[in-house]
């Protein structure tokens, strides 16, 4: 498939080297550009592209830029026999960049707030794209719970459930739009000191403060928290940081949705009733 899909690409010849799988597929292709393949819509890959292309128009943040077909098509969808559905695919240019994950500093989340601020000013200047809201959880969150867990697990999600959607009231509209929502310390990287993000697959519409908990509620180190909130606030204001408790949870809840409505799949089947244990554990423990 990513053959077929390459040649539609003025590209040379070159080697393919697949990376570390997790929810999508992805070449390297040569030195210079990865080739992404997911199952989703063109229109849903599109709207990602599109914002990517702005951004490297319009700014000088380090994102993944999408490269055009010889028809000048950002996307294209290929079928194959031996995979049972359309795959869309993108080539984007690569990002250099090394991953620090454990060796992460205050500099690094320093820098990581104010990129962040940086797209989310730039997603505020975006047309309205074909992607959804990132900061919600499916209305069957609590049952999904109580069928695969207990009748406690049901009664502790909804009740977390109920508080998220009280904090997110107060919150407004007004710091929301169009934001990354997974960037996480595998998904930003440093190249000559300067940070770089990748992964926009997620990205949609949601709070400011969203992008911020993503970032948070995957840190190992919890001390990092406060330099990418000063970093942030260099660029822009942070308003209603109370908050950021209450979508950090949001953000675990969708998580442990996520890996157990999928749990038939063969990454999550041996984990996925460890996750969803590990977060009815958490709330019991943090229930107020």
């Known amino acids: 498939?990513?053959?077929?899909?390459?040649?539609?690409?003025?590209l040379p010849p070159a080697p393919l080297t697949l990376l570390p799988n997790g929810w999508n597929t992805n070449f390297r292709v040569g030195r210079d550009h990865v080739l992404r393949l997911r199952p989703t819509s063109a229109e849903f890959a599109e709207a990602e592209t599109t914002w990517l292309t702005a951004l490297a128009e319009d700014t000088n943040l380090g994102v993944p830029e999408p490269i055009p077909t010889r028809t000048g098509d950002y996307v294209t969808t290929v079928t194959t026999p031996d995979v049972p559905s359309p795959r869309t695919c993108v080539l984007y240019r690569w990002v250099e960049g090394k991953f620090h994950n454990k060796s992460l500093t205050p500099t690094d989340l320093r820098k990581v707030g104010e990129f962040t601020a940086h797209l989310q000013h730039h997603g505020k200047t975006m047309p309205p794209l074909a992607r959804n809201r990132v900061d919600t959880l499916p209305d069957y969150t609590a049952q999904l719970a109580a069928d695969l867990h207990s009748s406690e697990a049901g009664i502790l999600f909804e009740k977390a459930i109920t508080r998220i959607h009280t904090t997110q009231s107060a919150l407004g509209q007004e710091a929301h739009g169009l934001i990354h929502a997974d960037l996480h310390q595998e998904n930003f990287l440093f190249h000559n000191g300067e940070v770089r993000a990748i992964d926009f697959?997620?990205?949609?519409?949601?709070?400011?403060?969203?992008?911020?908990?993503?970032?948070?509620?995957?840190?190992?180190?919890?001390?990092?928290?406060?330099?990418?909130?000063?970093?942030?606030?260099?660029?822009?204001?942070?308003?209603?940081?109370?908050?950021?408790?209450?979508?950090?949870?949001?953000?675990?809840?969708?998580?442990?949705?996520?890996?157990?409505?999928?749990?038939?799949?063969?990454?999550?089947?041996?984990?996925?009733?460890?996750?969803?244990?590990?977060?009815?554990?958490?709330?019991r423990e943090t229930a107020r």
Do not use: K
């Open 1 to 10: 498939m990513a053959e077929q899909a390459l040649s539609a690409y003025d």
């Open 201 to 283: 697959d997620d990205c949609g519409y949601g709070h400011h403060l969203y992008d911020l908990a993503a970032t948070i509620s995957e840190l190992d180190d919890p001390t990092l928290r406060t330099p990418l909130l000063e970093g942030y606030r260099t660029i822009t204001p942070l308003d209603h940081e109370e908050a950021l408790e209450d979508l950090i949870l949001l953000r675990n809840l969708q998580l442990t949705t996520w890996v157990v409505q999928e749990r038939h799949d063969p990454q999550f089947r041996a984990t996925w009733a460890a996750t969803l244990n590990r977060t009815v554990t958490h709330l």
